[in-house]
């Protein structure tokens, strides 16, 4: 279940919905209302995300004939899990395992490959130049890349400056700096680029030294394509079930409780007073009340499949909240004066 706080008009662009969970997201909207990226597509015919591999040796720096632990269990898959690792380790041995243990023979720098799949046949892969030396003396740890994105949510077309100048070498000077920028492959201390198609971009930089050790981090650019002056599209909308719940706990509880309030309020009118209740009067809060339940338990079940009729709904519930009202006042009325002619009877 996710909950979520915003702000936005019709015909503007200034928003950005980020859920937990399902990590869905919003890029803009059109005159019909807002429009999504979800990140967790389930079983709504989205396809695969691939899963996000990645590692750390211990230690870093290791000698001959020293163990090297390689942990992967930071790797991810957001719409599934990682089911396999395999691992290659630059002198023609491999592994297969979450966590394995390799010893390096031979002094120099060592590729470290990981392979990451994912329930649904997805890849991914991660490296790390890793030194081997002679002795504690000779050890050298790789460089430390620091990306930094600006924008990090865009249109396309425009440019996107990708900064690694924040990135520091420990044993040795930078000497490269290689870019993956989606299908892109850059090199250079800062780069721009822009993008012809909307989506979430995956950004890798992977820094080298001067001692030929590398290491690697990722981050991501939002795309949103403009379609026309204060209108954005990015993504397929999402379908019921995908996390959308309107209001807060708080709206939640006291829909149900003063739904559950008004119908016995208006069933009480109903039977101990001449005033006669539509039974579509009832059913408005009872359908609140029914309706916030189904979106507590499933949300989105029914808000994503009435959420482009809202314009033309909304009006009618407040007419139809309106009419309660009126209706309520009306059977207090009528229950008082019917109270007072059968004391004036009595009399």
Not at 34 to 61: K, L, M, S
Not at 128 to 133: K, N, P, R, S, T
Not at 153 to 163: H, I, K, M, R
């Amino acid at each position: 279940m996710m909950f979520y706080d915003s702000h936005f008009d019709k015909g503007t662009t200034q928003f950005i919905f980020i859920g937990s969970g399902s990590d869905i997201r919003s890029i803009g909207n059109d005159e019909d209302g807002p429009t999504w990226v979800d990140r967790d597509p389930g079983d709504v015919g989205v396809p695969n995300q691939p899963p996000i591999a990645t590692f750390e040796p211990d230690p870093y720096a290791p000698i001959v004939g020293e163990t090297v632990t390689f942990d992967a269990s930071g790797s991810s898959d957001v719409d599934g899990e990682v089911v396999s690792y395999d691992w290659t380790f630059g002198d023609g041995s491999s592994a297969t395992g979450e966590v394995v243990d390799h010893t390096f023979d031979e002094i120099g720098t060592h590729d470290v490959a990981l392979e990451v799949e994912d329930d649904d046949g997805g890849t991914a892969t991660w490296e790390m130049g890793i030194y081997v030396a002679e002795s504690e003396e000779d050890t050298r740890f790789p460089p430390e890349p620091v990306m930094s994105i600006e924008p990090e949510a865009t249109p396309t077309g425009e440019l996107v400056t990708f900064d690694a100048s924040g990135s520091y070498g420990i044993e040795g000077d930078i000497v490269e700096y290689r870019w993956q920028i989606g299908d892109v492959e850059r090199t250079g201390e800062v780069v721009d680029e822009s993008f012809g198609g909307a989506g979430i971009k995956e950004v890798k930089l992977t820094v080298v030294d001067e001692h030929g050790t590398y290491q690697s981090t990722t981050g991501e650019v939002v795309v949103y394509a403009e379609t026309d002056e204060d209108r954005s599209v990015i993504g397929a909308p999402l379908e019921p079930g995908d996390g959308i719940l309107p209001g807060s706990l708080t709206s939640l509880w006291l829909v149900i409780v003063g739904g559950v309030v008004t119908v016995v309020g208006l069933l009480w009118v109903d039977n101990r007073t001449e005033t006669d209740i539509p039974t579509w009067v009832i059913a408005l809060p009872a359908g609140a009340v029914i309706f916030m339940l189904v979106e507590a338990v499933s949300p989105g079940a029914i808000t994503l499949p009435i959420m482009n009729a809202l314009d033309v709904v909304g009006p009618l519930l407040i007419l139809g909240g309106l009419a309660v009202v009126y209706l309520l006042f009306r059977g207090w009325r009528d229950a008082r004066a019917a109270d007072r002619i059968d004391s004036l009877q009595g009399r």
